[in-house]
């Protein structure tokens, strides 16, 4: 078990252009997580699937964002027309829900870092 | 909504001194409670978790965490902070829903020789 692995690690463009970041989860993990985070702050939840189902997304997650994860296994994240703001590190996680929903563990990713200039 | 809040964005303690740092949440049911820790590169790692079984919890790297109804707070600890402990700390509950974990904004740990 590698973990959970993320790509790119680093991206720098354009405002204007579109970038997909993609993340692979444990495999036996059944939850997988966005967040971003920028500097100073914590991570801020952006959406959750559970298998392939996106059961959730933050406010912040705008029309320009959008997550899919076929079949339940990898994941993508794609935002379209980037913004200046939207330069942060986006983080990856899964987990695996137990009978304590609550209590699940978050393995996480090392993170894209999104420049956009 | 449920927050959780870290006071101090830096800590600076020396090597070998007591590590304290503090968190206090914000809910009407006490969450779940966590305590993660990201060096630099890499992925944010889970030092401890509360999750009503005992107050007091251990984790990794001789860290540990109170948790305190009354006060709202979910503290960690450490008796003796070494070079290595240098990193940032993050504190975070989960949502009521269980689905969502809330992060506070992180506190770094600087560790004097």
């Known amino acids: 078990d590698t973990g959970v692995s993320q790509n790119p690690r680093h991206k720098i463009t354009k405002r204007g252009q579109n970038v997909t970041f993609r993340c692979d989860p444990i495999?036996?993990?059944?939850?997988l997580y966005w967040y971003r985070q920028t500097l100073g702050q914590g991570p801020e939840f952006l959406t959750y699937?559970?298998?392939?189902?996106?059961?959730?997304k933050s406010r912040l997650l705008s029309d320009r964002f959008s997550a899919e994860r076929p079949k339940g296994s990898f994941s993508t994240l794609e935002i379209q027309r980037t913004e200046q703001g939207d330069s942060a590190m986006y983080l990856c996680?899964?987990?695996?829900?137990?009978?304590?929903?609550?209590?699940?563990?978050?393995?996480f990713g090392a993170g894209s870092r999104l420049t956009v200039l | 909504a449920q927050s959780v809040t870290q006071l101090g964005s830096h800590v600076s303690v020396s090597e070998g001194a007591l590590v304290l740092l503090r968190c206090n949440y914000s809910?009407?049911?006490?969450?779940?409670l966590f305590w993660y820790v990201q060096y630099p590169n890499q992925g944010l790692q889970l030092l401890l978790k509360?999750?009503?079984?005992?107050?007091l919890v251990k984790g990794i790297n001789g860290f540990e965490a109170e948790f305190k109804k009354s006060e709202t707070s979910f503290h960690l600890t450490k008796p003796s902070a070494h070079m290595s402990d240098a990193a940032e700390y993050f504190c975070?509950?989960?949502?009521?829903?269980?689905?969502?974990?809330?992060f506070g904004a992180g506190t770094r740990l600087f560790v004097k020789a």
């Open positions: 809910s009407s049911v006490p969450p779940y």
């Open positions: 996680a899964s987990s695996l829900v137990d009978g304590k929903a609550g209590a699940n563990v978050l393995t």
């Open positions: 699937f559970q298998n392939e189902a996106q059961l959730e």
């Open positions: 495999s036996e993990h059944n939850r």
């Open positions: 509360y999750t009503s079984a005992a107050t």
């Open positions: 975070a509950a989960t949502n009521t829903g269980g689905f969502k974990t809330i």
